[in-house]
């Protein structure tokens, strides 16, 4: 499967590794906290506990045991050099005993400032050395009952206690991103399984909506959710399916029914002009109903047209088109009808476009949007053909100088029957249905019909179908098989002269 | 010559029989499948007219009974449904020809005329009627010896009317045959090209030849009596 970013397993897997990641991180916080804390108060509690040792075990009987026999004790307990922590006793600045330096790292303990006043008493306080060090201190004094109180210090390096946390954060920090990639790459694959089912499922719904709806999901009997949504696919396409029969059947039986009394009306009426000796106005008659009997034969066959295009009951042969030459064939075939109104066509396609569709369909589009241009563009006027490839759309464009339509008429216009101007339209002779049917058409191209009007200035139609990308060999290829439409183009202009009027 | 008329629709029926008997065929009409096969099985038809909706057996049923036994006999079929789909299928089950509902009868004749004439079709390179002449080679048109500059669609046009002379043809036909379907609707472009058609054929010419028949379509008269 590829990693679609926008895909279901890619959103779940990235949802699930982002809740893993602040999950994670809020771990990290926690043990880097709890064990800084930890080292800490146990460093904090040691030194605590020295001074206090100190006091009570060498400061209080000093007075009695005396100077000579303090040092000794405190050397022996507290060795010069070794002693970790190290401690400072003093009395009035002088000091009565230093354990000195720590081996390694090496601690400078004389001289560093002794607490000068009471507010540094009893608490630990942060010194560096000059060395750097950080050390952390802890001061206690005891009264004495001669002289001035005896301050006992105990102290110890912070480094080892940072150097331990430090590396604690490089472990979480190199930890973190590899369990997360762990994750991420476990979860993808993980998610592969239950998201199969819905893939195939995709697959088949895709399958039955290009092809068949006489087909079905099959349904996955897993008693879950996918199953119910298999069914639930199925009994949407069983409907579907039903009204489309429907749809059809009707359109069928109507059809027949409206046609069969057509053939009759037709047949009888053109049975009465075969009789002799008819005076005009019988003829005239006549001949007025033949008119509206073939309206109205052509009025079923465009309902039916749309009825059968809409309900996808048509099916439209798709292959590559080559819509410039199927345009500029078209307009030479319709030359006649705007010649007659003295009418400028234009036509601006120079570049081949290639689409996919149906020859014939599509050469109705551009039938239906020109003749419309012509019927409703006054003599004298203009129309401007355009066909352009523009990124991925074949763009064909029909502007005239027509009449145009009213703003409040547009969202109509492409309605079955309806009819911008009711009584110009009329005397026209159209069915009312030729811009319904370039939408259906349109539509069951995958494209999209859209109309711009200014009312007496004229209106533009516009149609964008998906443009077909071909190498330039596949086109060659192509042309050299010519279509329909390339064909009779092709034969057509052996013979072509220009028009005299 | 005699035809079958298989049509259930018994106005249809009658008017298919009036026009062709008086066209001078032999026509006999059934108004089911079942009787249609029996009467196909009994008599020798030169072409057989077939509905496709049939009570009892319906039409595409009866069209590949009778291809089973006979390849020969022609069938044109009338049928209201007019997709393509239904089209290709019927071709491929060996009609003829098919011909959609509504129909004028002149088109209905056109094409039993031309399905009975199968075989020697006239596809000579001449096409000859009173002084015009139109060269199916060079492609060139003659009205009394005198060359008539034609467009390509007025040629296609003329050659339509000139291979079906004294017959009338629909403005549905002539599109089918000289445009195409998707110019269906479009009917006055007929209109106009026959008036152009006829000012470059028939103007200064005693004898109009390209005549309107109203409510139908158009013609060409070998004559004035036509």
Not at chain 1, 194 to 208: D, G, K, N, Y
Not at chain 1, 425 to 449: D, F, M, P, W, Y
Not at chain 1, 457 to 486: D, M, W, Y
Not at chain 2, 25 to 43: K, P, W
Request: one cysteine or more; charged letters at 25%.
């Amino acid at each position: 499967m590829n990693l679609n970013r926008n895909s279901l397993r890619a959103r779940v897997t990235a949802f699930y590794v982002s809740m893993l990641a602040v999950a994670l991180a809020v771990f990290c916080f926690a043990v880097y906290g709890g064990v800084r804390a930890y080292l800490t108060n146990s460093m904090q509690r040691t030194l605590i506990h020295t001074a206090e040792t100190i006091i009570a075990d060498y400061v209080v009987p000093l007075d009695t045991k005396g100077q000579a026999w303090f040092e000794n004790e405190m050397s022996e307990s507290y060795p010069q050099g070794i002693s970790d922590p190290f401690v400072r006793v003093t009395q009035n600045g002088k000091v009565l005993y230093e354990s000195g330096d720590i081996r390694e790292p090496f601690v400078p303990v004389t001289g560093l400032p002794v607490p000068s006043n009471s507010t540094e008493l009893n608490r630990f306080r942060r010194v560096t050395t000059g060395t750097g060090q950080p050390l952390m201190i802890y001061a206690k004094s005891y009264a004495a009952s001669r002289g001035a109180p005896i301050l006992v210090e105990a102290g110890a390096d912070m480094e080892p206690l940072f150097h331990l946390l430090h590396s604690l954060v490089v472990i979480l920090l190199v930890v973190m991103p590899v369990i997360l990639l762990g994750a991420a790459v476990g979860g993808h694959l993980l998610m592969a399984g239950p998201l199969r089912p819905v893939v195939t499922l995709t697959e088949q719904a895709e399958h039955i909506g290009r092809k068949e709806l006489g087909e079905r999901l099959s349904v996955i009997r897993s008693g879950d959710e996918l199953e119910r949504l298999s069914l639930a696919l199925n009994r949407m396409i069983d409907r579907l399916e039903e009204a489309l029969a429907h749809n059809q059947r009707f359109s069928a039986d109507a059809s027949h029914e409206l046609r069969t009394p057509l053939t009759i009306i037709h047949g009888e009426l053109e049975a009465l002009l075969e009789i002799p000796g008819l005076d005009t106005q019988t003829v005239e008659g006549i001949s007025s109903a033949l008119d509206e009997s073939d309206r109205m034969s052509r009025i079923v066959h465009n309902l039916m047209t749309i009825s059968r295009l809409d309900s996808g009951g048509e099916r439209i042969e798709m292959r590559p088109i080559e819509l410039t030459s199927v345009l500029k064939t078209t307009l030479d075939h319709m030359s006649l009808l705007a010649y007659e109104k003295a009418i400028l066509v234009t036509c601006d396609a120079s570049v081949p476009v290639w689409v996919t569709g149906d020859a014939m369909r599509l050469k109705q589009v551009i039938v239906n949007l020109v003749d419309n241009a012509i019927k409703y563009t006054s003599e004298g006027g203009r129309i401007e053909v355009t066909l352009q490839a523009q990124e991925d759309q074949a763009v064909l464009s029909v502007a005239d100088t027509g009449i145009g339509i009213p703003i409040e008429s547009l969202p109509f216009v492409f309605d079955r029957f309806y009819r911008a101007d009711k009584a110009r339209s009329r005397e026209s002779g159209g069915t009312g249905l030729g811009l319904a049917i370039v939408k259906a058409i349109c539509t069951a191209h995958n494209g999209v019909v859209s109309v711009e009007s200014s009312e007496n200035k004229g209106s533009t139609f516009k149609v964008q179908l998906p443009l077909l990308h071909l190498s330039g060999r596949e086109a060659a290829l192509l042309e050299s098989a010519p279509t329909p439409a390339a064909d009779s183009a092709a034969e057509e202009r052996i013979i072509e002269v220009p028009i005299k009027p | 010559m005699r035809i079958l008329v298989i049509e259930d629709e018994p106005r249809v029926s009658a008017l298919v029989k009036r026009g062709l008997t008086a066209e001078r065929y032999a026509v006999d009409i059934c108004a089911d499948g079942i009787e249609g096969l029996e009467y196909f099985e009994a008599f020798p038809y030169d072409l057989i007219i077939l509905d496709l909706m049939l009570p009892r057996l319906p039409g595409a049923e009866v069209l590949q009974r009778i291809r089973r036994k006979n390849d020969h006999v022609p069938i044109l079929i009338l049928t209201a449904k007019d997709s393509v789909d239904d089209k290709v299928k019927l071709f491929e089950l060996g009609a003829d020809d098919y011909l959609t509902k509504p129909f004028a009868f002149a088109e209905l004749l056109v094409r039993v005329k031309a399905l009975l004439r199968r075989g020697p079709v006239n596809r000579s390179s001449t096409l000859r009627i009173g002084d015009l002449e139109l060269d199916r080679l060079t492609q060139q048109v003659k009205r009394g010896g005198k060359r008539v500059e034609l467009t390509a669609k007025e040629y296609s046009l003329l050659e339509y009317l000139m291979q079906n002379p004294d017959r009338v043809l629909s403005r549905n036909m002539i599109i089918e045959h000289v445009w195409d379907q998707s110019f269906d609707g479009i009917t006055n472009i007929v209109d106009v090209y026959v008036r152009h058609l006829r000012t470059k054929v028939d103007e200064g010419q005693p004898f109009k030849m390209i005549r309107t028949v109203r409510g139908t379509g158009y013609m060409i008269r070998r004559s004035m009596e036509a």
